[in-house]
């Protein structure tokens, strides 16, 4: 079983980084799922959504 990190040993700029990242990622691979028909529309807008709202969570974390 993997180690659970210490909480505060990763900065928050970096977990913003990552889901930013993760953000870019999902919207440009559930477009190509979308326009190969296996995978709604609707639903990788959720998808997105889901990932953008922690990302913003995250940065409004950060600057307090």
Excluded: N
């Amino acid at each position: 079983m993997a180690q659970i990190t210490p909480i505060g040993a990763i900065p928050v700029t970096a977990l913003i980084a990552e889901a930013q990242r993760e953000l870019d990622m999902r919207k440009q691979y559930y477009w190509a799922r979308v326009r190969a028909g296996q995978m709604r529309q609707a639903d990788a807008d959720k998808r997105i959504a889901l990932m953008a709202a922690i990302v913003k969570c995250l940065t409004v974390t950060a600057a307090l």
